[in-house]
């Protein structure tokens, strides 16, 4: 019996109904991704190719919705923006995953988009596999010169998906035991971001060189991230000039994450290596919670802009065997209490483990070498956290540490407690450093025994410090006696310390030896930290003053110089890079300056050339009266008419004084700086430049072509002149009120 028509009809209708909704992947080439809002509700394959599809509604191009689904892009790619775009014009996202369980997406690749994979609610979701490089990074606004305030991370709100405002490559939000392996997510801003989400690992990633976050968690607990690659997320960095960072870190843990392992990561050169906060619940509105009872075991995070680790108002974390060299702060844990830092290796760090306001914290079996303050406790007379919501719950005060069995070798001081009281210091080996140990203010039951001691020891008059079965090769302080001879003492982890975490992945994170390490390595352009991958020339367009140093920048490859012209010298002529090229020419005359980077094993050639001017700047320094908070001088004539307090010849102006007066001679806050020369130009047009904190004004033949006179953080202005050919007057004009203080001009050739 044969079926009605208008039942033919109906199932018609209902199956081009259901392809619409849904796309039925029976076949291994069923899935073209050809539009946005593409729904997926059955395993299947991506046909391989590009797709090319945005998503302008900000909701995701394909969409994987039900349960027990396993969709393989192999090496399929979906690209949201188009070639040229720029990363900061990226939107939309990817791939979404929502209300979904036991899922698997692997083999995707996932570029120009605001957040490449987004999964939401979601349980036993699998990632694997996948490219989600290049995707969505800001545009910043700092640069080699000086910093702009603008470009800081605020990653403290996320209750409402802040964060989402810096895209990530992959986004979990308000999932449960899931599995993130074997991705990389390079050359964006954030990787990979935990937020709400628990029970999960994350491993065998590689999230590096990336501008804000490797790693970062919100509220998320219980969950294992191991073998990860992270390094070189960083911001807010240039080498000698400024170190702030910016709030950048390899990763980031953040509002009330606890009972998280961190174990055999890299995350190296960040702008911190780790950072753990307990949260702004915990500080100003509840005063309880924290990011607490984390294992942090067997990391690198050395080369970090401020700080290896920091790990703050929270208690109960271990952090175990990492290794941090090179940083501010290896280790900043103020108003941490209960916590663990054992068989750490902290060397080359202006402060080796800082903690302020803490207690009943444990310093065990690691090692200092070559630090300043190897171990600084202290606490305030009026800690600033003490009226908060956290101060009213927390005695904050500096108390009850157990400082054991630590080599110390070649720091400035080894261990410094100022008002910190109930502390043992016991069978440590202070070798060859400076001072072994000072205690200053307030500090009650201090114990300090069986110690090899060498460096000096300073006790205050107000202390309460006991000494017992020391042994001193120098001069024993009063009252205390000295062993026969060295002890013998063991600096080794604890067993119960070493016992390694169980936590997945196979991934050998850590830099290969030989590999390029410290922050002289870390550039950070317009658009973020600097990968190495391709050959680069910085900076872009030199124009240098007498001489100058050219970085060519790029991977482990050969170079020759050739083809050099305009009179320079260049040396070395032939390396390796990455490499320095020292750029010189005789006489005094101005010299336009090219030659040819040649790479013969990556048969790639590439063009330099340049400016090298010569100036004799005539540089005088005034002082000037106080006229009121944060306000320029109130008669500018005066001040010039008043004495000079020093007066230099200086080929360029580049000065970063930081917080540090520019001379014996001349006070760190209210000097006025004055600075002329005649400089030879070709004709054309030119970009002027200068970096000024705090007023500046340049002027050229007596005309003003820059004027910021305010007070104000080191900024950048810039101008651009068309000049003759010749010589011509400049003139640049300073004030320095008070804080930090910079002056520095350059002047680039536009087209060039």
């Known amino acids: 019996m044969g079926v009605p028509k208008a039942d033919l009809i109906m199932r018609a209708y209902c199956l081009a109904l259901s392809l619409t909704l849904s796309t039925n992947l029976a076949a291994a080439d069923d899935l073209v991704i050809e539009q946005d809002n593409l729904v997926v509700t059955r395993s299947g394959a991506v046909r391989p190719g590009t797709y090319q599809v945005a998503d302008p509604d900000d909701n995701g191009v394909l969409h994987l919705r039900g349960d027990d689904l396993v969709v393989d892009f192999r090496q399929a790619e979906l690209a949201g923006a188009q070639d040229g775009d720029l990363p900061d014009q990226f939107q939309g996202r990817g791939i979404v995953i929502e209300d979904s369980s036991r899922v698997v997406l692997r083999n995707a690749k996932v570029r120009g988009f605001k957040i490449g994979i987004y999964v939401r609610n979601c349980r036993d979701v699998t990632i694997e596999n996948c490219d989600l490089s290049d995707n969505f990074k800001q545009h910043l606004l700092s640069t080699p010169q000086a ?279 016991s069978q440590n080996d202070f070798r060859a450093g400076e001072a072994a140990l000072n205690v200053d203010g307030r500090c009650r039951e201090v114990t300090v025994e069986r110690n090899n001691i060498s460096g000096t020891v300073r006790v205050g008059n ?76 910085f900076p872009e367009k030199p124009v240098f003053w007498g001489s100058g140093e ?60 340049g400016l090298i001017l010569f100036a004799e700047w005539d540089v005088k320094f005034y002082p000037w009266t106080h006229v009121g908070p944060q306000m320029p001088p109130a008669d500018w004539n005066e001040v010039l008419s008043g004495p000079v307090l020093e007066q230099r010849k200086m080929p360029r102006i580049d000065f970063s004084w930081g917080t540090d007066a520019p001379s014996a001679q001349v006070p760190r806050d209210h000097f006025a700086t004055v600075a002329t020369a005649d400089i030879e130009l070709p004709a054309g047009d030119y970009e002027l430049r200068t970096v000024s904190d705090d007023g500046i004004r340049l002027k050229i033949d007596g005309r003003t072509v820059i004027d910021n006179w305010t007070w104000h953080p080191p900024t950048e202005n810039t101008a651009q002149v068309k000049l003759e050919a010749g010589k011509h007057a400049f003139r640049i004009e300073h004030f320095e009120i008070d804080g930090v203080a910079q002056l520095q001009f350059s002047l680039t050739p536009v087209g060039r």
Not at 156 to 177: K, S
Not at 477 to 502: N, Y
Not at 523 to 537: I, L, M, T
């Open 147 to 425: 910093e702009n305030g603008a470009d800081w991370l605020f990653g403290h709100e996320n209750d409402n998906n802040e964060w989402l405002r810096y895209g990530a490559a992959i986004y979990l939000d308000g999932c449960t035991e899931f599995t993130v392996r074997n991705n990389v997510a390079r050359r964006g801003q954030n990787g990979v971001c935990l937020v709400r989400s628990h029970d999960g690992a994350v491993y065998d990633n590689d999230c590096s060189f990336n501008s804000g976050w490797g790693l970062a968690l919100y509220r998320a607990d219980r969950n294992r991230i191991s073998h990860n690659k992270l390094d070189w997320c960083i911001r807010g960095y240039s080498h000698g000039v400024y170190n702030r960072g910016q709030d950048s870190a390899g990763i980031l843990i953040f509002e009330q994450c606890s009972d998280n392992i961190f174990a055999f990561n890299s995350a190296t050169h960040g702008g911190d290596g780790f950072f753990l906060f307990a949260g702004l619940d915990t500080i100003d509105e509840t005063g309880e919670g924290g990011s607490n009872g984390n294992l942090v075991y067997r990391n690198d995070f050395s080369h970090a802009s401020n700080n290896g680790i920091e790990a703050t108002f929270s208690r109960g974390n271990r952090f175990v065997e990492n290794i941090l060299d090179e940083a501010d702060h290896a280790i900043w844990a103020g108003y941490s209490y209960d916590s663990q830092f054992v068989g750490n290796k902290i060397s080359h760090c202006h402060h080796g483990i800082s903690i302020e306001h803490g207690s009943n914290n444990r310093i065990e079996a690691n090692r200092f070498e070559n630090n300043g303050v190897a171990v600084n406790l202290w606490a305030n007379d009026k800690p600033g956290f003490v009226e908060k919501p956290y101060g009213k719950l927390h005695h904050c005060r500096s108390e009850s540490y157990q400082i054991s069995r630590n080599l110390f070798d070649g720091n400035r001081l080894d261990v410094r407690l100022v008002n910190t009281g109930k502390t043992a210091v």
């Open 462 to 537: 107000e202390q309460s410090v006991s000494f017992a079965g020391n042994y001193f090769s120098g001069k024993a302080p009063a009252g205390a006696t000295s062993a026969d001879a060295p002890l013998p003492l063991d600096h080794s982890v604890p067993e119960a310390d070493r016992a390694p975490p169980e936590v997945p992945g196979r991934q050998d994170a850590f830099l290969p030896a030989g590999s390029l390490r410290g922050l002289k390595y870390v550039f950070v352009d317009e658009w973020g930290p600097y990968d190495f991958s391709k050959v680069k020339v």
């Open 550 to 609: 050219l970085r060519v920048l790029g991977p482990d490859t050969q170079f020759r110089v050739v083809d050099v012209g305009g009179g320079i010298d260049v040396a070395p002529q032939s390396g390796t890079l990455p490499a320095v090229l020292k750029l010189t020419a005789p006489g005094k005359q101005m010299r336009k300056w090219s030659f040819t980077i040649d790479l013969p094993e990556r048969k790639q050639s590439l063009p330099v050339s």
